[in-house]
Nanobody, 122 residues
Framework: VQLQAFGGGLVQAGGSLRLSCVASGGTFSNYNTGWFHQAPGPKREFVAAITWSGNTYYADIVKGRVTISRDNTKNTVYLEMNSLNPEDTSDYYC?????????????????WGQGTLVTVSS
């Protein structure tokens, strides 16, 4: 499956952005999909995920500010980000895994889209 991430940009602190991840080349409804952001160094840190069945998971640092959703008819997963602060500035990546993958681990996702940069100004 191929993934493309969209929606990054420059926003002021307190603002909102919606990121989109569009999938092609596979049966999207069979995959768990996650969003990660680039941490210092090679690791990507978990932000949120939605399973093939619609269960959602969030990192503690974004709970209450972020909502992940999916539209299988459009092969798209969305990440709505609110109350953004400068510490949210990062490259954000969407990723997909099979139904039984470990949700929070970047190593458990074999399919990745390109990053989309979110910059939050103070």
């Amino acid at each position: 499956v191929q993934l493309q991430a969209f929606g990054g940009g420059l926003v002021q602190a307190g603002g909102s952005l919606r990121l989109s991840c569009v999938a092609s080349g596979g049966t999207f409804s069979n995959y768990n999909t996650g969003w990660f952001h680039q941490a210092p160094g090679p690791k990507r840190e978990f932000v949120a995920a939605i399973t093939w069945s619609g269960n959602t998971y969030y990192a503690d640092i974004v709970k209450g500010r972020v909502t992940i959703s999916r539209d299988n008819t459009k092969n798209t997963v969305y990440l709505e980000m609110n109350s953004l602060n400068p510490e949210d500035t990062s490259d954000y990546y969407c990723a997909a895994q099979g139904r039984l993958g470990i949700i929070h681990s970047d190593n458990a996702y074999p399919y990745w889209g390109q990053g989309t940069l979110v910059t939050v100004s103070s």
